[in-house]
Protein backbone atom coordinates (compact mmCIF):
# COMPACT_ATOMS: atom_id res chain seq x y z
CA UNK A 1 0.00 0.00 0.00
CA UNK A 2 2.77 2.65 1.15
CA UNK A 3 5.90 0.70 0.99
CA UNK A 4 7.86 3.92 1.33
CA UNK A 5 6.30 4.57 4.73
CA UNK A 6 9.47 3.99 7.20
CA UNK A 7 8.41 3.22 10.74
CA UNK A 8 8.63 6.30 13.48
CA UNK A 9 9.08 8.64 10.84
CA UNK A 10 7.34 12.68 11.41
CA UNK A 11 4.86 13.28 8.91
CA UNK A 12 3.37 16.97 7.89
CA UNK A 13 0.29 17.66 6.66
CA UNK A 14 -0.77 20.93 5.45
CA UNK A 15 -4.94 22.03 6.17
CA UNK A 16 -5.92 25.22 3.86
CA UNK A 17 -9.19 25.60 4.90
CA UNK A 18 -11.74 27.89 2.70
CA UNK A 19 -14.55 27.80 0.74
CA UNK A 20 -15.07 26.35 -2.35
CA UNK A 21 -17.81 25.46 -5.03
CA UNK A 22 -19.10 22.26 -6.11
CA UNK A 23 -21.98 21.53 -8.29
CA UNK A 24 -24.05 18.04 -7.12
CA UNK A 25 -27.68 17.04 -8.02
CA UNK A 26 -28.05 19.95 -10.57
CA UNK A 27 -27.41 22.60 -7.63
CA UNK A 28 -23.90 24.38 -7.21
CA UNK A 29 -22.90 25.85 -3.71
CA UNK A 30 -19.87 27.45 -1.73
CA UNK A 31 -18.96 24.77 0.76
CA UNK A 32 -16.02 24.49 3.04
CA UNK A 33 -13.43 22.65 2.00
CA UNK A 34 -9.46 21.43 2.76
CA UNK A 35 -7.13 22.25 0.14
CA UNK A 36 -10.11 22.70 -2.30
CA UNK A 37 -11.03 19.01 -2.07
CA UNK A 38 -14.34 17.16 -1.44
CA UNK A 39 -13.73 14.94 0.38
CA UNK A 40 -10.71 16.17 2.03
CA UNK A 41 -7.13 14.74 1.21
CA UNK A 42 -6.45 11.45 2.75
CA UNK A 43 -4.04 11.40 5.81
CA UNK A 44 -1.44 8.29 5.89
CA UNK A 45 0.71 6.84 8.36
CA UNK A 46 2.39 4.15 10.43
CA UNK A 47 1.63 2.54 14.11
CA UNK A 48 4.36 5.02 15.96
CA UNK A 49 4.76 7.84 13.34
CA UNK A 50 4.21 11.53 14.43
CA UNK A 51 1.20 13.44 12.39
CA UNK A 52 1.98 17.65 12.58
CA UNK A 53 -1.17 19.21 10.40
CA UNK A 54 -1.23 22.81 10.13
CA UNK A 55 -4.33 24.34 9.98
CA UNK A 56 -4.89 27.58 8.12
CA UNK A 57 -8.37 29.36 8.61
CA UNK A 58 -9.09 31.18 5.66
CA UNK A 59 -13.58 30.83 6.02
CA UNK A 60 -15.20 33.81 7.61
CA UNK A 61 -16.10 31.43 10.14
CA UNK A 62 -14.61 29.53 12.95
CA UNK A 63 -13.36 25.86 12.58
CA UNK A 64 -11.41 22.94 14.30
CA UNK A 65 -10.60 19.67 13.50
CA UNK A 66 -10.79 16.37 15.55
CA UNK A 67 -8.80 13.19 14.52
CA UNK A 68 -11.36 10.43 14.80
CA UNK A 69 -10.50 7.56 17.10
CA UNK A 70 -7.11 8.84 17.77
CA UNK A 71 -6.33 8.13 21.51
CA UNK A 72 -4.01 11.23 21.99
CA UNK A 73 -2.28 9.83 24.95
CA UNK A 74 -1.91 12.96 27.18
CA UNK A 75 -2.51 15.13 24.56
CA UNK A 76 -6.03 16.06 24.57
CA UNK A 77 -4.66 19.55 23.16
CA UNK A 78 -4.64 17.95 19.36
CA UNK A 79 -7.98 16.31 19.87
CA UNK A 80 -9.80 19.14 17.92
CA UNK A 81 -13.70 19.06 19.41
CA UNK A 82 -14.22 23.21 19.90
CA UNK A 83 -14.71 24.64 23.33
CA UNK A 84 -14.38 21.04 24.45
CA UNK A 85 -10.51 20.88 24.34
CA UNK A 86 -9.63 23.77 22.32
CA UNK A 87 -11.27 27.11 21.57
CA UNK A 88 -11.85 26.83 17.74
CA UNK A 89 -9.24 28.12 15.00
CA UNK A 90 -10.80 31.88 14.03
CA UNK A 91 -11.05 33.21 10.81
CA UNK A 92 -7.53 34.08 9.30
CA UNK A 93 -5.71 31.98 12.41
CA UNK A 94 -3.85 29.09 12.19
CA UNK A 95 -3.11 26.05 14.27
CA UNK A 96 -0.92 23.36 14.55
CA UNK A 97 -2.36 19.66 15.67
CA UNK A 98 1.01 17.43 16.48
CA UNK A 99 0.46 13.92 17.64
CA UNK A 100 1.71 10.51 17.94
CA UNK A 101 -0.27 7.30 16.83
CA UNK A 102 0.97 5.16 19.69
CA UNK A 103 -0.42 1.41 19.81
CA UNK A 104 -3.01 2.00 17.30
CA UNK A 105 -2.88 0.86 13.74
CA UNK A 106 -6.27 1.07 10.99
CA UNK A 107 -8.81 3.16 9.59
CA UNK A 108 -9.52 6.14 11.32
CA UNK A 109 -11.29 8.98 10.13
CA UNK A 110 -10.71 12.88 10.42
CA UNK A 111 -13.65 15.80 10.22
CA UNK A 112 -14.27 19.41 11.51
CA UNK A 113 -16.09 19.59 15.18
CA UNK A 114 -17.54 22.26 14.96
CA UNK A 115 -21.60 22.78 14.49
CA UNK A 116 -22.37 20.91 11.00
CA UNK A 117 -19.36 21.54 9.47
CA UNK A 118 -18.23 18.05 9.53
CA UNK A 119 -20.73 17.85 7.02
CA UNK A 120 -18.29 18.61 4.03
CA UNK A 121 -15.26 18.18 6.08
CA UNK A 122 -14.15 15.02 6.47
CA UNK A 123 -11.38 12.85 4.64
CA UNK A 124 -9.44 9.21 5.61
CA UNK A 125 -6.67 8.41 8.16
CA UNK A 126 -5.48 5.14 7.51
CA UNK A 127 -2.34 3.79 9.82
CA UNK A 128 -0.55 0.93 8.49
CA UNK A 129 0.86 -1.56 10.75
CA UNK A 130 4.61 -1.09 12.39
CA UNK A 131 7.13 -1.79 9.34
CA UNK A 132 7.34 -5.24 8.56
CA UNK A 133 4.29 -6.16 10.94
CA UNK A 134 2.13 -7.81 8.57
CA UNK A 135 -1.82 -8.08 9.16
CA UNK A 136 -3.15 -11.15 11.38
CA UNK A 137 -5.18 -12.07 7.29
CA UNK A 138 -4.17 -12.85 3.91
CA UNK A 139 -2.33 -9.48 2.76
CA UNK A 140 -5.25 -7.74 0.50
CA UNK A 141 -4.40 -7.08 -3.04
CA UNK A 142 -5.59 -3.64 -3.14
CA UNK A 143 -6.94 -1.61 -0.01
CA UNK A 144 -9.33 1.26 -1.07
CA UNK A 145 -11.10 3.83 1.53
CA UNK A 146 -14.76 4.54 0.96
CA UNK A 147 -16.04 7.02 3.02
CA UNK A 148 -20.07 7.50 3.08
CA UNK A 149 -21.73 10.52 3.15
CA UNK A 150 -24.17 13.23 3.21
CA UNK A 151 -25.26 15.59 0.69
CA UNK A 152 -28.02 18.63 1.39
CA UNK A 153 -29.07 20.97 -1.44
CA UNK A 154 -29.42 23.45 1.39
CA UNK A 155 -27.22 25.46 3.72
CA UNK A 156 -26.33 23.23 5.76
CA UNK A 157 -25.48 25.78 9.06
CA UNK A 158 -28.97 27.40 7.77
CA UNK A 159 -30.68 23.88 8.52
CA UNK A 160 -29.31 23.72 11.53
CA UNK A 161 -29.61 27.60 12.76
CA UNK A 162 -33.42 27.29 11.94
CA UNK A 163 -34.29 24.17 13.86
CA UNK A 164 -32.27 25.48 16.82
CA UNK A 165 -34.75 28.64 16.67
CA UNK A 166 -37.91 26.91 15.89
CA UNK A 167 -37.38 23.87 18.29
CA UNK A 168 -38.40 21.57 14.98
CA UNK A 169 -36.69 18.60 13.65
CA UNK A 170 -33.87 19.86 11.17
CA UNK A 171 -34.34 19.23 7.53
CA UNK A 172 -32.97 15.95 6.24
CA UNK A 173 -30.29 15.67 3.33
CA UNK A 174 -31.36 15.19 -0.18
CA UNK A 175 -28.51 12.23 -0.97
CA UNK A 176 -26.68 9.59 0.32
CA UNK A 177 -22.50 9.68 -1.55
CA UNK A 178 -19.57 7.55 -1.78
CA UNK A 179 -16.57 9.22 -1.52
CA UNK A 180 -18.77 12.78 -2.20
CA UNK A 181 -20.68 11.24 -5.19
CA UNK A 182 -24.48 10.56 -5.04
CA UNK A 183 -24.76 8.16 -8.17
CA UNK A 184 -27.33 7.33 -10.63
CA UNK A 185 -30.43 7.15 -8.01
CA UNK A 186 -30.29 10.74 -8.09
CA UNK A 187 -31.12 13.84 -10.33
CA UNK A 188 -28.36 14.85 -12.94
CA UNK A 189 -25.78 12.42 -11.00
CA UNK A 190 -24.91 10.00 -13.06
CA UNK A 191 -22.03 11.58 -13.89
CA UNK A 192 -21.48 11.90 -10.54
CA UNK A 193 -20.81 7.91 -9.56
CA UNK A 194 -17.88 6.32 -7.63
CA UNK A 195 -16.78 3.23 -9.56
CA UNK A 196 -14.24 0.81 -7.96
CA UNK A 197 -12.28 -1.02 -10.41
CA UNK A 198 -11.50 -4.61 -9.56
CA UNK A 199 -9.73 -7.41 -11.65
CA UNK A 200 -11.01 -11.27 -11.22
CA UNK A 201 -10.42 -13.30 -8.87
CA UNK A 202 -8.83 -10.87 -6.36
CA UNK A 203 -8.92 -10.00 -2.50
CA UNK A 204 -9.52 -6.09 -2.24
CA UNK A 205 -10.18 -4.51 1.56
CA UNK A 206 -12.58 -1.78 1.52
CA UNK A 207 -11.52 0.65 4.25
CA UNK A 208 -15.28 2.16 5.11
CA UNK A 209 -15.88 4.86 7.19
CA UNK A 210 -19.61 6.47 8.06
CA UNK A 211 -19.40 9.63 7.58
CA UNK A 212 -23.03 10.92 7.19
CA UNK A 213 -24.31 13.49 9.29
CA UNK A 214 -27.69 11.74 10.75
CA UNK A 215 -27.91 8.26 9.62
CA UNK A 216 -27.02 4.58 10.43
CA UNK A 217 -26.40 3.02 6.88
CA UNK A 218 -26.90 -0.45 5.83
CA UNK A 219 -24.12 -1.33 2.75
CA UNK A 220 -24.03 -4.24 0.49
CA UNK A 221 -22.43 -5.02 -3.05
CA UNK A 222 -25.45 -7.28 -5.28
CA UNK A 223 -23.77 -10.92 -5.63
CA UNK A 224 -20.50 -10.85 -3.49
CA UNK A 225 -20.18 -10.96 0.36
CA UNK A 226 -18.07 -9.04 2.63
CA UNK A 227 -16.10 -10.30 5.28
CA UNK A 228 -15.14 -8.22 8.33
CA UNK A 229 -11.75 -7.85 9.54
CA UNK A 230 -11.37 -4.63 11.59
CA UNK A 231 -13.89 -2.30 13.39
CA UNK A 232 -12.67 1.30 14.75
CA UNK A 233 -9.28 0.60 13.78
CA UNK A 234 -9.62 -2.22 15.78
CA UNK A 235 -8.84 -6.23 14.64
CA UNK A 236 -11.58 -8.33 14.85
CA UNK A 237 -12.58 -12.26 14.34
CA UNK A 238 -13.12 -12.59 10.62
CA UNK A 239 -17.08 -12.80 9.78
CA UNK A 240 -18.64 -12.85 6.38
CA UNK A 241 -21.99 -11.28 5.61
CA UNK A 242 -23.90 -10.27 2.63
CA UNK A 243 -24.88 -6.71 3.93
CA UNK A 244 -23.34 -4.92 6.92
CA UNK A 245 -24.63 -1.82 9.00
CA UNK A 246 -22.09 1.34 9.81
CA UNK A 247 -22.81 3.83 12.23
CA UNK A 248 -21.87 7.37 11.79
CA UNK A 249 -18.23 7.62 13.21
CA UNK A 250 -17.69 3.66 12.76
CA UNK A 251 -15.31 2.41 10.81
CA UNK A 252 -15.25 -1.24 9.33
CA UNK A 253 -12.47 -2.91 7.07
CA UNK A 254 -13.92 -5.62 5.51
CA UNK A 255 -12.30 -8.07 2.72
CA UNK A 256 -13.87 -8.39 -0.92
CA UNK A 257 -12.87 -11.56 -2.83
CA UNK A 258 -14.01 -10.94 -6.57
CA UNK A 259 -15.36 -13.83 -8.94
CA UNK A 260 -13.06 -15.61 -11.17
CA UNK A 261 -15.88 -15.63 -13.78
CA UNK A 262 -18.04 -12.75 -12.92
CA UNK A 263 -21.41 -13.38 -14.27
CA UNK A 264 -21.90 -9.42 -15.42
CA UNK A 265 -18.84 -6.54 -15.84
CA UNK A 266 -20.47 -4.55 -13.42
CA UNK A 267 -22.47 -4.84 -10.21
CA UNK A 268 -24.43 -2.26 -7.85
CA UNK A 269 -23.06 -1.54 -4.66
CA UNK A 270 -25.50 0.71 -2.41
CA UNK A 271 -26.61 2.37 1.08
CA UNK A 272 -29.57 2.98 2.28
CA UNK A 273 -30.55 4.57 6.00
CA UNK A 274 -31.31 2.34 8.46
CA UNK A 275 -33.49 4.38 11.81
CA UNK A 276 -36.41 4.19 13.91
CA UNK A 277 -37.02 7.89 14.32
CA UNK A 278 -40.41 9.21 14.81
CA UNK A 279 -39.36 11.77 12.40
CA UNK A 280 -38.57 12.68 8.50
CA UNK A 281 -35.55 10.74 7.15
CA UNK A 282 -33.45 10.78 4.08
CA UNK A 283 -35.28 7.78 2.67
CA UNK A 284 -33.18 7.26 -0.54
CA UNK A 285 -30.78 4.58 -1.61
CA UNK A 286 -27.11 5.46 -3.18
CA UNK A 287 -25.80 3.24 -5.69
CA UNK A 288 -21.96 3.12 -7.19
CA UNK A 289 -20.46 0.27 -9.47
CA UNK A 290 -17.76 -2.59 -9.11
CA UNK A 291 -16.60 -2.74 -12.43
CA UNK A 292 -14.84 -6.06 -13.41
CA UNK A 293 -11.79 -5.64 -15.51
CA UNK A 294 -11.02 -2.18 -15.93
CA UNK A 295 -10.43 -2.12 -19.74
CA UNK A 296 -13.63 -1.81 -20.75
CA UNK A 297 -15.72 1.33 -20.78
CA UNK A 298 -17.84 2.07 -17.60
CA UNK A 299 -21.46 0.15 -17.68
CA UNK A 300 -24.01 2.13 -16.67
CA UNK A 301 -25.03 1.97 -13.58
CA UNK A 302 -28.46 2.98 -14.48
CA UNK A 303 -29.94 -0.61 -14.92
CA UNK A 304 -27.77 -2.68 -12.70
CA UNK A 305 -29.91 -4.73 -9.75
CA UNK A 306 -29.05 -3.26 -6.70
CA UNK A 307 -28.01 -5.08 -3.67
CA UNK A 308 -31.10 -6.28 -1.16
CA UNK A 309 -30.79 -4.20 2.04
CA UNK A 310 -32.89 -4.60 4.83
CA UNK A 311 -35.84 -2.39 5.18
CA UNK A 312 -34.99 0.91 6.89
CA UNK A 313 -36.32 -0.22 10.03
CA UNK A 314 -35.39 -3.64 10.60
CA UNK A 315 -33.66 -3.58 13.82
CA UNK A 316 -33.60 -7.18 14.21
CA UNK A 317 -31.25 -7.27 11.16
CA UNK A 318 -28.95 -4.88 13.05
CA UNK A 319 -29.02 -7.13 15.99
CA UNK A 320 -27.80 -9.81 14.13
CA UNK A 321 -24.89 -8.16 12.11
CA UNK A 322 -23.83 -6.40 15.72
CA UNK A 323 -23.44 -9.84 17.73
CA UNK A 324 -21.10 -11.32 15.54
CA UNK A 325 -18.53 -8.72 16.45
CA UNK A 326 -15.86 -9.91 18.47
CA UNK A 327 -12.24 -8.99 19.52
CA UNK A 328 -8.80 -10.93 18.06
CA UNK A 329 -8.29 -11.73 21.55
CA UNK A 330 -5.00 -13.12 20.79
CA UNK A 331 -1.41 -13.44 21.94
CA UNK A 332 -0.34 -10.47 19.75
CA UNK A 333 -3.56 -8.42 20.24
CA UNK A 334 -5.07 -9.62 23.72
CA UNK A 335 -8.30 -7.71 24.61
CA UNK A 336 -7.51 -6.51 27.76
CA UNK A 337 -11.33 -5.99 29.29
CA UNK A 338 -11.40 -4.55 32.91
CA UNK A 339 -11.94 -7.30 35.08
CA UNK A 340 -12.61 -5.59 38.22
CA UNK A 341 -14.81 -2.40 38.09
CA UNK A 342 -14.10 0.77 40.20
CA UNK A 343 -17.17 2.36 38.89
CA UNK A 344 -20.74 1.55 37.40
CA UNK A 345 -22.66 4.47 35.86
CA UNK A 346 -25.92 4.11 34.02
CA UNK A 347 -26.43 6.80 31.48
CA UNK A 348 -30.27 7.29 30.07
CA UNK A 349 -29.53 8.38 26.42
CA UNK A 350 -32.27 9.68 23.90
CA UNK A 351 -34.59 12.60 23.41
CA UNK A 352 -36.45 15.70 24.77
CA UNK A 353 -38.37 18.47 24.94
CA UNK A 354 -37.90 22.62 26.04
CA UNK A 355 -40.27 24.66 27.14
CA UNK A 356 -41.23 27.18 24.26
CA UNK A 357 -40.02 30.93 24.92
CA UNK A 358 -43.28 32.76 25.49
CA UNK A 359 -42.81 35.23 23.00
CA UNK A 360 -42.71 32.46 20.18
CA UNK A 361 -44.39 29.77 18.65
CA UNK A 362 -42.39 26.78 18.27
CA UNK A 363 -42.48 23.91 16.02
CA UNK A 364 -41.21 20.96 18.53
CA UNK A 365 -43.66 17.82 20.38
CA UNK A 366 -46.67 19.56 21.13
CA UNK A 367 -45.33 23.33 20.54
CA UNK A 368 -42.08 22.62 23.18
CA UNK A 369 -38.80 22.78 21.61
CA UNK A 370 -36.95 19.57 20.78
CA UNK A 371 -33.82 18.22 22.96
CA UNK A 372 -31.70 15.70 23.81
CA UNK A 373 -29.73 14.42 26.99
CA UNK A 374 -27.63 11.88 28.91
CA UNK A 375 -29.43 11.46 32.07
CA UNK A 376 -31.77 14.25 31.58
CA UNK A 377 -28.52 16.32 31.36
CA UNK A 378 -29.22 18.46 27.93
CA UNK A 379 -24.89 19.56 27.68
CA UNK A 380 -24.22 23.13 27.14
CA UNK A 381 -21.52 24.58 25.26
CA UNK A 382 -19.17 26.81 27.49
CA UNK A 383 -17.32 29.94 26.12
CA UNK A 384 -13.88 28.55 26.72
CA UNK A 385 -11.88 25.15 26.45
CA UNK A 386 -12.66 22.66 29.23
CA UNK A 387 -9.48 21.21 29.05
CA UNK A 388 -7.83 24.61 29.59
CA UNK A 389 -9.73 25.42 33.07
CA UNK A 390 -8.90 21.36 33.86
CA UNK A 391 -5.22 22.21 33.07
CA UNK A 392 -5.09 25.13 35.11
CA UNK A 393 -7.35 23.76 38.00
CA UNK A 394 -9.59 27.01 37.12
CA UNK A 395 -13.21 25.50 37.04
CA UNK A 396 -15.57 28.40 38.35
CA UNK A 397 -18.21 29.58 36.08
CA UNK A 398 -16.77 27.52 33.11
CA UNK A 399 -17.75 23.76 34.39
CA UNK A 400 -19.72 21.73 37.31
CA UNK A 401 -17.98 18.12 38.14
CA UNK A 402 -21.25 17.21 39.10
CA UNK A 403 -22.94 15.43 35.63
CA UNK A 404 -25.05 12.71 37.25
CA UNK A 405 -24.26 8.74 37.14
CA UNK A 406 -27.31 7.45 37.63
CA UNK A 407 -30.86 8.95 36.01
CA UNK A 408 -32.02 11.38 38.79
CA UNK A 409 -35.53 10.26 37.74
CA UNK A 410 -35.74 6.56 37.04
CA UNK A 411 -38.83 5.72 34.74
CA UNK A 412 -39.76 2.62 32.47
CA UNK A 413 -37.44 3.85 30.19
CA UNK A 414 -37.87 2.09 27.35
CA UNK A 415 -42.24 1.68 28.12
CA UNK A 416 -44.34 4.54 28.54
CA UNK A 417 -42.40 8.02 28.62
CA UNK A 418 -43.11 10.26 31.57
CA UNK A 419 -45.70 13.21 31.50
CA UNK A 420 -42.88 15.60 31.65
CA UNK A 421 -40.38 15.25 29.12
CA UNK A 422 -38.42 18.55 29.70
CA UNK A 423 -34.47 18.25 30.63
CA UNK A 424 -31.86 19.82 32.57
CA UNK A 425 -29.13 22.06 31.22
CA UNK A 426 -25.68 22.03 32.35
CA UNK A 427 -22.10 22.15 31.31
CA UNK A 428 -21.15 19.23 33.25
CA UNK A 429 -18.72 16.80 33.56
CA UNK A 430 -17.94 13.37 35.50
CA UNK A 431 -14.44 13.39 37.37
CA UNK A 432 -12.18 10.41 37.58
CA UNK A 433 -9.18 9.64 39.28
CA UNK A 434 -6.33 8.28 37.10
CA UNK A 435 -6.75 4.05 36.30
CA UNK A 436 -10.12 4.20 37.32
CA UNK A 437 -12.04 1.30 35.60
CA UNK A 438 -15.36 2.42 34.49
CA UNK A 439 -18.63 0.04 33.87
CA UNK A 440 -20.88 2.37 31.63
CA UNK A 441 -24.35 0.92 31.06
CA UNK A 442 -25.67 3.19 28.09
CA UNK A 443 -29.63 2.78 28.39
CA UNK A 444 -32.39 4.08 25.03
CA UNK A 445 -35.26 5.55 26.18
CA UNK A 446 -38.71 5.58 24.35
CA UNK A 447 -39.16 9.58 25.22
CA UNK A 448 -40.09 11.25 21.29
CA UNK A 449 -39.76 7.68 20.03
CA UNK A 450 -37.41 4.98 20.34
CA UNK A 451 -34.35 5.12 18.38
CA UNK A 452 -30.60 3.57 17.91
CA UNK A 453 -28.17 6.22 18.96
CA UNK A 454 -24.03 5.78 18.09
CA UNK A 455 -21.95 7.00 21.24
CA UNK A 456 -18.76 8.14 20.42
CA UNK A 457 -16.34 8.60 23.01
CA UNK A 458 -12.75 10.67 22.74
CA UNK A 459 -9.59 9.51 24.07
CA UNK A 460 -10.35 5.84 24.42
CA UNK A 461 -11.66 2.84 23.05
CA UNK A 462 -13.94 0.73 25.34
CA UNK A 463 -15.27 -2.59 25.54
CA UNK A 464 -18.68 -3.85 24.53
CA UNK A 465 -19.29 -6.29 26.91
CA UNK A 466 -22.88 -6.69 26.68
CA UNK A 467 -26.44 -5.48 25.02
CA UNK A 468 -29.83 -6.47 24.48
CA UNK A 469 -33.49 -4.82 24.27
CA UNK A 470 -35.59 -3.41 26.23
CA UNK A 471 -35.15 -2.35 30.15
CA UNK A 472 -31.47 -3.10 31.88
CA UNK A 473 -31.82 -5.65 34.25
CA UNK A 474 -28.56 -4.48 36.82
CA UNK A 475 -29.23 -8.21 38.55
CA UNK A 476 -29.08 -10.95 35.60
CA UNK A 477 -27.84 -8.97 32.25
CA UNK A 478 -23.96 -9.43 34.01
CA UNK A 479 -24.28 -12.89 34.27
CA UNK A 480 -24.47 -12.71 30.18
CA UNK A 481 -21.61 -9.97 29.89
CA UNK A 482 -18.83 -11.26 27.51
CA UNK A 483 -15.76 -10.29 29.28
CA UNK A 484 -13.30 -12.94 27.32
CA UNK A 485 -13.51 -11.48 23.69
CA UNK A 486 -15.55 -8.39 23.87
CA UNK A 487 -15.31 -5.76 20.26
CA UNK A 488 -12.91 -3.06 21.21
CA UNK A 489 -14.44 -0.10 19.56
CA UNK A 490 -14.57 3.72 19.77
CA UNK A 491 -18.32 4.25 18.54
CA UNK A 492 -21.21 1.63 19.33
CA UNK A 493 -24.84 2.28 19.03
CA UNK A 494 -27.23 1.89 21.99
CA UNK A 495 -29.99 -0.35 20.51
CA UNK A 496 -32.90 1.26 19.52
CA UNK A 497 -35.19 0.59 22.20
CA UNK A 498 -32.67 -1.47 24.12
CA UNK A 499 -28.86 -0.79 25.96
CA UNK A 500 -25.38 -1.71 25.86
CA UNK A 501 -22.83 -1.97 28.44
CA UNK A 502 -18.54 -1.01 28.05
CA UNK A 503 -15.47 -1.38 30.20
CA UNK A 504 -12.83 1.18 29.97
CA UNK A 505 -9.63 2.19 32.09
CA UNK A 506 -9.16 5.68 32.45
CA UNK A 507 -6.10 5.73 31.68
CA UNK A 508 -6.12 8.97 29.83
CA UNK A 509 -5.44 12.61 32.04
CA UNK A 510 -7.45 15.41 30.11
CA UNK A 511 -10.83 16.09 28.82
CA UNK A 512 -12.66 13.71 26.47
CA UNK A 513 -16.38 14.50 25.01
CA UNK A 514 -18.52 11.63 24.67
CA UNK A 515 -21.84 12.31 22.50
CA UNK A 516 -23.92 11.18 20.21
CA UNK A 517 -22.27 10.82 16.85
CA UNK A 518 -25.67 11.99 14.93
CA UNK A 519 -24.91 15.85 14.88
CA UNK A 520 -28.90 16.45 15.01
CA UNK A 521 -28.27 14.98 18.69
CA UNK A 522 -25.05 16.75 19.66
CA UNK A 523 -26.89 20.03 18.66
CA UNK A 524 -29.49 19.34 21.07
CA UNK A 525 -26.90 18.49 23.97
CA UNK A 526 -26.63 14.87 23.32
CA UNK A 527 -23.16 14.67 25.13
CA UNK A 528 -21.32 14.96 28.11
CA UNK A 529 -17.53 14.94 29.32
CA UNK A 530 -15.23 12.69 31.31
CA UNK A 531 -12.50 15.11 33.35
CA UNK A 532 -9.74 12.74 34.64
CA UNK A 533 -7.11 13.39 36.53
CA UNK A 534 -3.12 12.88 36.13
CA UNK A 535 -1.59 9.58 37.52
CA UNK A 536 1.29 10.06 40.07
CA UNK A 537 3.95 9.36 37.47
CA UNK A 538 5.39 11.93 34.95
CA UNK A 539 4.13 9.55 32.38
CA UNK A 540 0.81 10.14 33.16
CA UNK A 541 -0.02 13.73 33.08
CA UNK A 542 -1.12 16.00 31.00
CA UNK A 543 1.50 17.52 28.30
CA UNK A 544 1.39 21.06 28.79
CA UNK A 545 -0.56 23.18 26.15
CA UNK A 546 1.35 24.23 22.88
CA UNK A 547 2.29 27.75 22.58
CA UNK A 548 -0.38 28.33 19.60
CA UNK A 549 -3.50 26.81 21.06
CA UNK A 550 -6.46 29.30 19.80
CA UNK A 551 -7.82 31.79 22.15
CA UNK A 552 -11.72 32.22 22.60
Excluded at 37 to 52: H, I, K, S, W, Y
Excluded at 53 to 75: A, C, E, K, Y
Excluded at 145 to 150: R, V
Excluded at 470 to 493: Q, W
Aim: charged share 10%; aromatic share 10%; proline share 9%.
Amino acid sequence: ALPGLAAGVTRRYTFNVGMTSVTRLCGTKSIPTVNGQFPGPRLDAREGDRLVVTVHNHMSRNVSFHWHGLRQLRNGWADGPAYITQCPVQPGQSYVYDFTVAGQRGTLWWHAHLSWLRVHLYGPLLILPGLGVPYPFAAPYKEVPIMFGEWFKADTESVISQALQTGAGPNVSDAYTFNGLPGPTYNCSSKDTYTLKVQPGRMYMLRLINSALNDELFFGIANHTLTVVEADANYVKPFTVSTLVISPGQTMNVLLTTSANPSSQAFAMAIAPYTNTQGTFDNTTAAAVLQYDATTAPSSAQNLPLPALPRYNDTNAVARFTSNFRSLASAQYPARVPRAVDRHVLFTVGLGTDPCPSNQTCQGPNGTKFAASINNNSFVRPRSALLEAHYQRRYAGVLMANFPTTPPHPFNYTGTPPNNTFVAHGTRVVPLKFNTSVELVMQGTAIQGAESHPLHMHGFNFFVVGQGFGNYDPINDPAKYNLVDPVERNTVSVPTAGWVAVRFLADNPGVWLMHCHFDVHLSWGLSMAWMVDDGPLPNQKMLPPPSDLPKC
